[in-house]
């Protein structure tokens, strides 16, 4: 019908060789190190893991006994990560037990609430980590206890907090859990803050799909005009019909910078439904529906007039986005307001449906009239209106103006594959 929207280190220096006696001493050193550890901790050695490094690595004299027998000289050491007093501690930053020798009893990791973090004890019994992440703005206490090898016990304590930021990002996913969609279905990730390049990349990091047919894809940032930030994952080619295929965005605990942090992780499984492709050719006055590659449905049709480009049907693959029994239209340059439309499939947002027009009938399957609309016949629109789902391709071939960002958020497959993996925020950093 119309264009229209609808109301729905320094410097080099010589390298000198050490002598043996040089290494010997380092040794000594290190192990005054943990002997004076030892000595204040009640012959319980509590390091950080650098220092636990350190004494291995020294021990080892680079390279001269072997790792397993250096190994057996360390001294008994229980490290805990974060350091215990680290304030602002990110919800999925490094959170780890561990010991030398001996092994770990009834660890917990408690929050200020009194809830504990699940977590796992690794089979050796000496290190453990958390299975989730941490919450906002808490102080995590230790409790549990090291069996030191001659069988003492001591206490693990000691505590951290995490960040408690200021403002947070949510975000959306336009596929929900269980759904069915076209073969040209994008993923998109909305978010309600605009992202730096570096939040960008930190959240692409985070991102990803899995299918259970082979299917390569990448993500793009495309501009966003809402004060936010959106990333869509496209295929190269259409997704395979029947596939099955996961998203994960664990964005909860991402540090976007200046945007806030993350508020939730998303996640959605999905299946790709039959392949059903509408080769839509301006010049043919008519529109083909290939389902699994076979024509199913041949319809009569009137296209955008050529004459103005302002009613050009664009040119290009567009994807059905959402469709409706009624949609109330509107281009008061052209002289109607809230004219209802029947059988309406929206396949982009510029305002070009597939839809039924009675006015134009004698014109389907001769000649191009509507203001940019794919015309119909009332009973044909309402024949492909019920085979249509979201991301299905419409393929719009023979038009002299092409589908471009200028026409609304979905736009997708205008853009050629070379260009498109070239707008991912981690392409962008190498």
């Known amino acids: 019908m119309s264009r229209s929207w609808d109301s729905s280190r320094g410097r080099h220096v010589p390298r000198r060789r050490r002598s043996l006696h040089r290494r010997t001493l380092g040794r000594i050193v290190v192990?005054?190190?943990?002997?004076a550890a030892l000595a204040a901790g009640g012959a319980t050695a509590f390091a950080s893991g650098s220092?636990?490094?350190?004494?291995?690595?020294?021990?080892?004299?680079?390279?001269?006994?072997?790792?397993?027998?250096?190994?057996?000289?360390?001294?008994?050491?229980?490290?805990?990560?974060?350091?215990?007093?680290?304030?602002?501690?990110?919800?999925r930053a490094p959170v780890r037990a561990d010991v030398t020798s001996g092994e770990l009893r009834d660890v917990a990791l408690t929050s200020n609430e009194g809830k504990k973090v699940a977590g796992t004890l690794a089979p050796d019994r000496r290190s453990w980590t958390p299975s989730e992440p941490l919450g906002y703005g808490h102080q995590y206490t230790w409790s549990g206890s090291w069996i030191r090898p001659d069988g003492v016990p001591q206490p693990l304590g000691g505590?951290?907090?995490?960040?408690?930021?200021?403002?947070?990002?949510?975000?959306?996913?336009?596929?929900?859990?269980?759904?069915?969609?076209?073969?040209?279905?994008?993923?998109?990730?909305?978010?309600?803050?605009?992202?730096?390049?570096?939040?960008?990349?930190?959240v692409?990091?985070?991102?990803?799909?899995?299918?259970?047919?082979?299917?390569?894809?990448?993500?793009?940032?495309?501009?966003?005009?809402?004060?936010?930030?959106?990333?869509?994952?496209?295929?190269?080619?259409?997704?395979?019909?029947?596939?099955?295929v996961t998203v994960k965005a664990p964005l909860y605990g991402v540090d976007m910078g200046d945007a806030g942090w993350g508020e939730e992780d998303l996640s959605s499984t999905f299946t790709i439904g039959r392949s059903q492709i509408v080769k839509a050719d301006t010049q043919s006055h008519q529109i083909a529906v290939v389902r699994d590659g076979k024509e199913v449905a041949r319809y009569d049709a009137s296209y955008g007039k050529e004459s103005?480009?302002?009613?050009?049907?664009?040119?290009?693959?567009h994807i059905?986005?959402?469709?409706?029994?009624?949609?109330?239209?509107?281009?008061?340059?052209?002289?109607?307001?809230?004219?209802?439309?029947?059988?309406?499939?929206?396949?982009?947002?510029?305002?070009?449906?597939?839809?039924?027009?009675?006015?134009?009938?004698?014109?389907?399957?001769?000649?191009?009239?509507?203001?940019?609309?794919v015309n119909l016949s009332t009973k044909d629109a309402r024949?492909?209106?019920?085979?249509?789902?979201?991301?299905?391709?419409?393929?719009?071939?023979?038009s002299s103006v092409p589908l471009s960002a200028q026409d609304g958020d979905i736009y997708d497959w205008a853009i050629p594959w070379n260009e498109w993996k070239g707008m991912s925020a981690l392409a962008q950093k190498r």
């Open 31 to 35: 192990l005054g190190v943990a002997v």
């Open 320 to 373: 059905v986005m959402a469709k409706s029994e009624k949609v109330l239209m509107s281009n008061p340059e052209y002289g109607y307001v809230n004219q209802p439309e029947y059988w309406a499939v929206r396949i982009s947002n510029n305002g070009e449906f597939i839809h039924a027009n009675p006015a134009s009938v004698g014109a389907q399957g001769n000649r191009n009239v509507s203001h940019g609309c």
């Open 308 to 317: 103005d480009p302002n009613r050009v049907t664009r040119g290009g693959t």
């Open 383 to 398: 024949a492909y209106f019920d085979s249509a789902m979201f991301g299905d391709p419409v393929e719009v071939t023979n």
């Open 159 to 202: 505590g951290f907090g995490t960040v408690d930021p200021d403002r947070t990002t949510d975000a959306r996913l336009n596929i929900d859990d269980g759904d069915q969609v076209g073969v040209a279905a994008p993923i998109i990730i909305q978010f309600d803050r605009d992202l730096s390049d570096q939040a960008k990349a930190a």
């Open 204 to 244: 692409e990091r985070t991102l990803t799909v899995t299918s259970s047919k082979k299917a390569e894809g990448s993500w793009a940032w495309l501009p966003d005009t809402a004060d936010g930030s959106r990333v869509h994952y496209r295929t190269q080619k259409y997704w395979p019909a029947g596939s099955k």
């Open 51 to 91: 220092v636990r490094d350190v004494i291995a690595r020294n021990l080892s004299g680079g390279g001269e006994t072997s790792q397993q027998a250096a190994a057996q000289d360390v001294p008994p050491v229980l490290t805990v990560a974060p350091n215990p007093g680290t304030t602002d501690v990110a919800p």
